[in-house]
């Protein structure tokens, strides 16, 4: 791999400077100087930086995507100065990174955030700003290690189009507000530790295309409002803990190209 220092100015001096990628370095050590540029993306992807989430990112008003994925050294820290900082950023992708709660939960105002991937950390619960992100529209925070229930506020999220929570350890219920996410086309909370029934809410869902509650501890029968999502296109309830009959309405009302996954039930 790479070693690299940054100048502390480099940046500075170059006021048109649009995108900065970081790709396979080992110790990179950047700038702790924190100035405003027209820089619109920023990525460190396969490589080692220093404890603190990059202290000049959080004065960039221009600044629209950041994409962070270090190799060993987790992010540990993040400055307070972000907090109101990022008035443009419309994508947050910090994976594979370690990050704790607290990193995330500085971020307390991101008005026009609309993607936010936070797969492969080790947070232990939601990000306590995380329902005021009203523009969001693709939420990922699958294989982490999340054990409280789903805050009933993210049904205010009603632009949401993706939503993958699986391979956590979420409890309690199948969520009755997914209805209010009217845009949601995919839908994933598979591989945790959800209770109770499958809610029958499922023809209210007019954009839902893929949804999937695989590998959950539910004790429910198939039900019958799934066949009527009118664009429904594939259903994973494998190893669900459902019972009983598959519902004969299934052979008029689900379409064609439907795919449904069933296996080890009882």
Known sequence: GLSSWMPPLSFC????????????????QLPLVSCSSSLTQFEILNSDVSALFPPFLC???SLQEIRIQTKRTPILETPTACARSLPNLAA???VKSSIPNSVIDVFLELPSLVDLRLNDNHLTAFPASLCSYLRLERLEMQRNSISATTPGCLSGLTAMKYLDLSANQITGSVPT????????????????????TIPDLWGQMNALQRFDLSWNDLCSTIPPSLWLAPNIL??????AGLYGTIPSSIAQLAPSTMVIELQENA
């Open 13 to 28: 001096a170059i006021p048109t400077l649009k995108s900065i990628s970081f790709r396979n370095f080992d110790q990179l």
């Open 59 to 61: 004065n960039q008003p």
């Open 92 to 94: 947050l992708h910090i």
């Open 177 to 196: 507000w997914l209805p209010a996410m009217q845009n949601l086309n995919m839908f994933t909370m598979a591989d945790n530790k959800l209770r109770g």
């Open 234 to 239: 594939t259903v994973g309830l494998n190893h």
